[in-house]
């Protein structure tokens, strides 16, 4: 079975600063889709990006990129020139391409902080 | 805004209660799923409805259990609630099977007492 962890529970950064965002994952299959997701306060979750496990070239839209390491697992969400907006529980997530519905397996979240 | 509904915001209801929930998918989605999300966790993957019919589940027991109406609108219905029931439930609809983006509503806060 697919995993996928956030080993950083809570991380802060400066209005204007650059912060990363840790995801590992576990999978035997070769192709899947990998997600992050915010959730404000709000609590509607919204797509930040995703990643297609077959595309060697990193995503990114806008402030947001990642590094997606897929002999390592590993899939960081980068935000750049942070706004007090980003502010919220981060999730990384999982789909895979094989199983029969679109479930997507999330991490345990990682709470940003933005301080001005 | 992503014009996914939930309904209600918050509801109480004591153990051993039945309870159920509503999600209004984006128009034009025929795929909605339901997680489940414990208070500091992750959502969990409940079940999925694709066309009114049920093609995949969580590990969640039989008293979990869904509906999806011609209108693609739908609900989760919870038996014989137990306290750790207690949590936020999402529901996410997509236009299609395999479309990569899942918009998901605000959730429903379901608290057991």
């Known amino acids: 079975a697919q995993t996928v962890t956030q080993s950083q529970p809570e991380m802060s950064v400066q209005e204007a600063e650059t912060v990363t965002l840790s995801c590992t994952y576990d999978?035997?299959?070769?192709?899947?889709?990998l997600f992050w997701y915010k959730q404000p306060p709000s609590r509607q979750m919204i797509l930040v990006i995703r990643?297609?496990?077959?595309?060697?070239q990193n995503a990114t839209e806008n402030r947001f990129s990642v590094n997606f390491q897929k002999a390592a697992k590993s899939f960081s969400l980068k935000i750049s020139d942070s706004q007090l907006g980003d502010a919220a529980m981060y999730f990384c997530?999982?789909?895979?391409?094989?199983?029969?519905?679109?479930?997507?397996?999330f991490g345990t979240g990682t709470r940003l902080q933005v301080f001005p | 805004e992503t014009g996914v509904t939930q309904s209600p915001t918050h509801l109480i209801k004591t153990r051993g209660q039945q309870v159920t929930l509503r999600c209004s998918s984006q128009?034009?989605?025929?795929?909605v799923s339901w997680y489940q999300q414990a208070l500091g966790q992750g959502p969990q993957f409940i079940f999925q409805?694709?066309?009114?019919?049920?093609?995949g589940r969580g590990n969640f027991p039989p008293r979990f259990s869904g509906l999806q109406f011609p209108n693609y609108s739908s609900e989760l219905n919870v038996n014989a609630l137990e306290l750790d029931d207690s949590a936020l439930y999402l529901c996410?609809?997509?236009?299609?099977?395999?479309?990569?983006?899942?918009?998901f509503g605000p959730g429903t806060r379901l608290t057991v007492l």
């Open positions: 997530a999982y789909r895979s391409t094989v199983d029969n519905t679109d479930k997507l397996i």
């Open positions: 999978t035997s299959e070769s192709d899947y889709y």
């Open positions: 990643q297609e496990a077959y595309k060697q």
């Open positions: 128009s034009g989605h025929n795929t």
């Open positions: 409805y694709y066309r009114e019919e049920e093609n």
């Open positions: 996410a609809s997509l236009r299609d099977r395999g479309y990569n983006e899942q918009f």
